[in-house]
C-alpha cells in the first residue's frame, strides 16, 4: 500500500474546545470504551458514506443497496397516489445530465416541504428498472455539507447517541487526538521494533502513524480506506500479542515436584479416565518448569471429571509441602466439591470459606477451597491457584491471589475468548478432556417462530406428563414496561402454571442460597417437574435425571454459555435434549452464529467459534476486557483472528521471545 499524503483538513475537524464543558462530554464516549480524549482517534469508524457519486449508474450496480447520490429536481413535485401506494413523482438530473423518474414513497406531506424543483440534493436512494427505464427510489434526505465526501459512521446504538452528535464529538477531538494516539500506539510497538520497520513488514511503507489514523476518520479515497484499516489492524495485533507474551515473561520460576503423585491417582475411589490421567500428567510437568509459573488450562465438558483432577493434583501438592486454592463460581459447587476433596483426601487439612463460613476458618491449611468470600480473606501466598468455571470470574478475580511466582491453573467447558487466544498464540498451554465415565449424547434442536413454538410444546408436554424434569431458560427475571414483553419469568410463570398447574417452580439470581437448594431439591424429588430459571443455573446443578432442557431466546446468549446450559442435561449419562426456542423469529445473523452449536458439543471447538465470532478482548496482563475490541489499540473494533494469526509469525521473527 503506498503512502498518500493525508488531508490537511476538513470541514468537521475543528479545534478542539479546551473547556471543561468539552472534556465532560467525553463522558458520553466512556460507554464505547474510551477513557481519554486521546482515545478518539483510536475510536474507528465502523463503515462510510461514500457520498462523491453523482450518476445513477452508479445505484444500478447493486439494486438492493441504498447509496448516497447527488441529484438535481427538474420537474415539479407532485402527488401520484391515485394508483398503487401514496408516493410523489419527480424527475431527477444526475452529474451525467441524463434524466431519469424518481419517487418518494412514506409521509409524502413531510417531504413537500423539504425538496423543490430546480435544488440539488444528496439523497440515499436505490437504482431499478420498470418498464424497460431506470428509475430512482429516494429513502432519505443527507446533510449537503456531506456532498463530495467520505462520510465516517462510528459504531453505536441509536439509541444512545445520534450518529451525526457522535461524529461530531469525535472530530472535535481529533486535531489533538490523532497526534498523541499515535505516539501511544508507537511506544507499545517499540519492544517489538521500529514503526518502520513494522510498517515495511505490512507493505506500508511510507506511511506515519499519524497518516494511518487521519485517514481512517477522513479518507481522501475509497481505495485507502481498506488497506490502511487492515494495517491498523495489524498493527494492534502484533501489540496485543506482544503484550501478551511481555506479560508471561514478567514472572520467577517455582519449579514444583510431587513424589506422591501416583499414590493419590490410585487412592481415588474409582478408576480415573485417560484424560484425566492425561492432564494430570500435564499439570505435574508444567508446575515442574524450571522457566516460568503454569499457566495453564483444562478444558472439558460436564461430566469429564475435571473436579478430580484438581482433587488429585491438590492432595499432592499438600504432600510436598505447597499451599493450593480452588475458587468456586458458588456456595453450591464449593461445597459439593469441598465434600469430595475430603472423601478423597482424608488425610489433610482441606478448609472451606464462603459466605456462610466468616470467622471460622482454618486459612493456615494447605487446601483452601471457597467462592468468591476467599477474594476478601488474607490467605497469605499460595503456590498453585485454580480457578473453577473460569468465564464466571474477571481477570482480576482469578489473578487476586496470583504472585509472580504463583503457578495458575484454569478449568471450563469453554474458554473465555481471551483465555482461547492465550492458547492459541503459545502463551496459556492446555490439556482437552472429552472422555466421561457415563457416556451420553445430547440431542440438540432449534425452533424458531410461532408455528415451531407449538410444535416444540407437542413435543415436551408427554415429557412433562411423564413427570419427567425439564428445565426452561428465560434471558429475563421480571416484566418490562413493554406489556408485550413476554420473554422474562415473571409473566411465562403464569402461562406455565396455567398449562401444568402445580408443576412450576421459578429460580433467579435474585434468590438466597438456601431458596435456590430448595428449588432445586423440588425438581430433584418430583414435587415440581418445571424450573423456570435464568442462567443461575449455569453451573453447579446437578439434577441426575434431568434430560431435557429449553432455552429461550438463544440470540441472546454466548456461545459459552449455552454450552454449559446444554451441560445440565444428562449428567448420569444417556440421551439428553437441549432445545434452542426464538418464538419471536431469528435474524440471519443469529441462526449463522448458533450453527455451530447445533452442529458440535466440543467445548473446544465451541470456544474456538467463540473467539472467532466475539474477538479476543485485550490480551496486556493487567486487561479486565475478556472479549471484543482490543481497548489497549483500537476501540469498539473486534480484531478478526485472521489478523492474528497474519502476525503472529512476524512477531516471532522480529522479537523472538526470551
Given at each position: 500500500?503506498?503512502a498518500?499524503?493525508?488531508?490537511k483538513?476538513?470541514?468537521?475537524?475543528?479545534?478542539?474546545?479546551p473547556s471543561?464543558e468539552a472534556?465532560r462530554?467525553?463522558?458520553r464516549?466512556?460507554?464505547?470504551?474510551?477513557?481519554?480524549?486521546?482515545?478518539?482517534?483510536?475510536?474507528?469508524?465502523?463503515?462510510?458514506?461514500?457520498?462523491?457519486?453523482t450518476?445513477?449508474?452508479?445505484?444500478?450496480?447493486?439494486?438492493?443497496q441504498?447509496?448516497?447520490?447527488?441529484?438535481?429536481?427538474?420537474?415539479?413535485?407532485s402527488?401520484?397516489?391515485?394508483?398503487?401506494p401514496?408516493?410523489?413523482?419527480?424527475?431527477?438530473?444526475?452529474?451525467?445530465?441524463a434524466?431519469?423518474?424518481a419517487?418518494?414513497?412514506?409521509?409524502?406531506?413531510?417531504?413537500?416541504?423539504?425538496?423543490?424543483?430546480?435544488q440539488?440534493y444528496?439523497?440515499?436512494a436505490?437504482?431499478?428498472?420498470?418498464?424497460?427505464?431506470h428509475?430512482?427510489?429516494?429513502?432519505?434526505?443527507?446533510?449537503?455539507?456531506?456532498r463530495?465526501?467520505?462520510?465516517?459512521?462510528?459504531?453505536?446504538?441509536?439509541?444512545?447517541?445520534?450518529?451525526?452528535?457522535?461524529?461530531a464529538?469525535?472530530?472535535?477531538?481529533?486535531?489533538?487526538?490523532?497526534?498523541?494516539?499515535?505516539?501511544?500506539?508507537?511506544?507499545?510497538?517499540?519492544?517489538?521494533?521500529?514503526?518502520?520497520?513494522?510498517?515495511?513488514?505490512?507493505?506500508?511503507?511510507?506511511w506515519?502513524?499519524?497518516?494511518?489514523l487521519?485517514?481512517?476518520?477522513?479518507?481522501?479515497?475509497?481505495?485507502?480506506?481498506?488497506?490502511?484499516?487492515?494495517t491498523?489492524?495489524?498493527?494492534?495485533?502484533?501489540?496485543?500479542?506482544?503484550?501478551?507474551?511481555?506479560?508471561?515473561?514478567?514472572?520467577?520460576?517455582?519449579?514444583?515436584?510431587?513424589?506422591t503423585l501416583?499414590?493419590?491417582k490410585?487412592?481415588m475411589?474409582?478408576?480415573?479416565?485417560?484424560?484425566?490421567?492425561?492432564?494430570?500428567?500435564?499439570?505435574?510437568?508444567?508446575?515442574?518448569?524450571?522457566?516460568?509459573p503454569?499457566?495453564?488450562?483444562?478444558?472439558?465438558?460436564c461430566?469429564?471429571?475435571?473436579?478430580?483432577?484438581?482433587?488429585?493434583?491438590?492432595?499432592?501438592?499438600a504432600?510436598?509441602?505447597?499451599?493450593?486454592?480452588?475458587?468456586?463460581?458458588?456456595?453450591?459447587?464449593?461445597?459439593q466439591?469441598?465434600?469430595?476433596?475430603?472423601?478423597?483426601?482424608?488425610?489433610?487439612a482441606?478448609?472451606?470459606v464462603t459466605?456462610?463460613?466468616?470467622?471460622?476458618?482454618?486459612?493456615?491449611?494447605?487446601?483452601?477451597?471457597?467462592?468468591?468470600?476467599?477474594?476478601?480473606?488474607d490467605?497469605?501466598?499460595?503456590?498453585?491457584?485454580?480457578?473453577?468455571?473460569?468465564?464466571?470470574?474477571?481477570?482480576e478475580?482469578?489473578?487476586?491471589?496470583?504472585?509472580?511466582?504463583?503457578?495458575?491453573i484454569e478449568?471450563?467447558?469453554?474458554?473465555?475468548?481471551?483465555?482461547?487466544?492465550l492458547?492459541?498464540?503459545?502463551?496459556?498451554?492446555?490439556?482437552?478432556?472429552?472422555?466421561?465415565h457415563?457416556?451420553?449424547?445430547?440431542?440438540?434442536?432449534?425452533f424458531?417462530?410461532?408455528?415451531?413454538?407449538?410444535?416444540?410444546?407437542?413435543?415436551?408436554r408427554?415429557?412433562?406428563?411423564?413427570?419427567?424434569?425439564?428445565f426452561?431458560?428465560?434471558?429475563k427475571?421480571?416484566?418490562?414496561?413493554?406489556?408485550?414483553?413476554?420473554?422474562?419469568?415473571?409473566?411465562?410463570?403464569?402461562?406455565?402454571?396455567?398449562?401444568?398447574?402445580?408443576?412450576?417452580?421459578?429460580?433467579t439470581?435474585?434468590d438466597?442460597?438456601?431458596?435456590?437448594?430448595?428449588r432445586?431439591?423440588?425438581?430433584?424429588?418430583?414435587?415440581?417437574s418445571i424450573?423456570?430459571?435464568?442462567?443461575?443455573?449455569?453451573?453447579?446443578?446437578?439434577?441426575?435425571?434431568?434430560?431435557?432442557i429449553?432455552?429461550?431466546?438463544?440470540?441472546?446468549?454466548?456461545l459459552?454459555?449455552?454450552?454449559?446450559?446444554?451441560?445440565?442435561?444428562?449428567?448420569?449419562?444417556?440421551?439428553?435434549?437441549?432445545?434452542?426456542?426464538a418464538?419471536?423469529?431469528?435474524?440471519?445473523?443469529?441462526?449463522?452464529?448458533?450453527?455451530?452449536?447445533?452442529?458440535?458439543?466440543?467445548?473446544?471447538?465451541?470456544?474456538?467459534?467463540?473467539?472467532?465470532q466475539?474477538g479476543?478482548?485485550?490480551?496486556?496482563v493487567t486487561?479486565?476486557?475478556q472479549?471484543?475490541?482490543?481497548?489497549?489499540?483500537?476501540?469498539g473494533?473486534?480484531?478478526d483472528?485472521?489478523?492474528?494469526?497474519?502476525v503472529?509469525?512476524?512477531?516471532?521473527?522480529?522479537?523472538?521471545?526470551?
Amino acid at each position: 500500500m503506498k503512502a498518500k499524503s493525508a488531508p490537511k483538513s476538513s470541514e468537521e475537524v475543528t479545534a478542539p474546545d479546551p473547556s471543561a464543558e468539552a472534556f465532560r462530554r467525553v463522558g458520553r464516549l466512556a460507554s464505547f470504551g474510551l477513557e481519554h480524549p486521546f482515545q478518539a482517534a483510536l475510536f474507528l469508524p465502523a463503515s462510510y458514506l461514500d457520498c462523491r457519486d453523482t450518476e445513477v449508474s452508479a445505484l444500478l450496480l447493486d439494486k438492493k443497496q441504498r447509496s448516497p447520490i447527488s441529484l438535481t429536481i427538474q420537474s415539479p413535485v407532485s402527488f401520484q397516489g391515485r394508483s398503487g401506494p401514496p408516493r410523489l413523482g419527480f424527475t431527477v438530473v444526475d452529474g451525467n445530465g441524463a434524466s431519469f423518474k424518481a419517487s418518494i414513497f412514506g409521509d409524502t406531506v413531510v417531504w413537500r416541504e423539504k425538496i423543490f424543483q430546480g435544488q440539488t440534493y444528496l439523497f440515499m436512494a436505490t437504482g431499478h428498472e420498470f418498464a424497460g427505464s431506470h428509475r430512482v427510489t429516494v429513502h432519505e434526505l443527507l446533510p449537503d455539507k456531506y456532498r463530495g465526501r467520505i462520510i465516517p459512521q462510528y459504531p453505536a446504538p441509536r439509541a444512545a447517541i445520534e450518529p451525526e452528535e457522535l461524529r461530531a464529538l469525535v472530530a472535535k477531538f481529533l486535531p489533538q487526538a490523532i497526534p498523541t494516539a499515535a505516539m501511544h500506539i508507537e511506544s507499545q510497538l517499540e519492544s517489538i521494533a521500529p514503526l518502520t520497520t513494522l510498517i515495511e513488514e505490512l507493505n506500508a511503507v511510507g506511511w506515519t502513524m499519524e497518516q494511518l489514523l487521519q485517514q481512517a476518520h477522513y479518507p481522501q479515497d475509497s481505495i485507502y480506506i481498506e488497506p490502511v484499516r487492515i494495517t491498523l489492524q495489524r498493527l494492534a495485533a502484533l501489540g496485543s500479542l506482544a503484550l501478551a507474551r511481555d506479560g508471561v515473561a514478567e514472572t520467577t520460576p517455582n519449579p514444583i515436584r510431587m513424589p506422591t503423585l501416583e499414590r493419590r491417582k490410585v487412592q481415588m475411589p474409582f478408576v480415573l479416565t485417560e484424560d484425566q490421567v492425561n492432564a494430570i500428567d500435564d499439570i505435574a510437568t508444567h508446575l515442574g518448569s524450571p522457566i516460568r509459573p503454569a499457566r495453564h488450562m483444562i478444558s472439558g465438558g460436564c461430566g469429564v471429571g475435571k473436579t478430580a483432577v484438581s482433587g488429585v493434583v491438590a492432595a499432592s501438592l499438600a504432600d510436598a509441602g505447597k499451599r493450593t486454592m480452588v475458587l468456586f463460581p458458588s456456595t453450591l459447587v464449593a461445597r459439593q466439591a469441598h465434600a469430595e476433596f475430603k472423601r478423597w483426601s482424608p488425610d489433610l487439612a482441606i478448609t472451606l470459606v464462603t459466605g456462610d463460613t466468616a470467622g471460622n476458618e482454618d486459612l493456615t491449611a494447605p487446601i483452601l477451597m471457597g467462592t468468591s468470600a476467599l477474594l476478601h480473606r488474607d490467605a497469605g501466598h499460595v503456590d498453585v491457584l485454580m480457578i473453577d468455571e473460569q468465564h464466571r470470574w474477571s481477570r482480576e478475580q482469578r489473578e487476586q491471589y496470583r504472585s509472580a511466582n504463583t503457578h495458575l491453573i484454569e478449568l471450563s467447558a469453554t474458554c473465555i475468548p481471551r483465555s482461547q487466544a492465550l492458547v492459541r498464540f503459545g502463551h496459556m498451554t492446555v490439556s482437552e478432556m472429552r472422555a466421561s465415565h457415563k457416556m451420553k449424547f445430547i440431542h440438540t434442536e432449534m425452533f424458531v417462530g410461532p408455528a415451531e413454538t407449538r410444535k416444540l410444546f407437542d413435543e415436551i408436554r408427554p415429557v412433562i406428563k411423564d413427570g419427567c424434569p425439564i428445565f426452561v431458560i428465560y434471558p429475563k427475571r421480571a416484566k418490562s414496561e413493554d406489556e408485550n414483553d413476554r420473554l422474562n419469568i415473571e409473566a411465562a410463570a403464569q402461562r406455565w402454571e396455567e398449562m401444568f398447574p402445580g408443576k412450576v417452580a421459578t429460580l433467579t439470581g435474585d434468590d438466597d442460597e438456601q431458596s435456590k437448594e430448595d428449588r432445586i431439591q423440588e425438581i430433584r424429588n418430583g414435587t415440581k417437574s418445571i424450573l423456570l430459571c435464568t442462567t443461575v443455573v449455569e453451573v453447579g446443578v446437578d439434577v441426575s435425571n434431568l434430560r431435557h432442557i429449553i432455552i429461550v431466546s438463544p440470540q441472546n446468549y454466548g456461545l459459552v454459555q449455552l454450552h454449559q446450559l446444554r451441560g445440565r442435561v444428562a449428567r448420569a449419562g444417556g440421551d439428553g435434549w437441549c432445545y434452542l426456542l426464538a418464538p419471536s423469529g431469528l435474524p440471519l445473523q443469529s441462526r449463522d452464529r448458533l450453527q455451530i452449536f447445533l452442529e458440535t458439543s466440543d467445548g473446544f471447538k465451541i470456544a474456538e467459534a467463540d473467539l472467532a465470532q466475539r474477538g479476543a478482548g485485550d490480551l496486556s496482563v493487567t486487561s479486565q476486557r475478556q472479549h471484543g475490541a482490543d481497548g489497549n489499540f483500537l476501540h469498539g473494533m473486534k480484531i478478526d483472528l485472521a489478523v492474528f494469526d497474519q502476525v503472529a509469525p512476524i512477531l516471532a521473527q522480529l522479537s523472538p521471545a526470551g
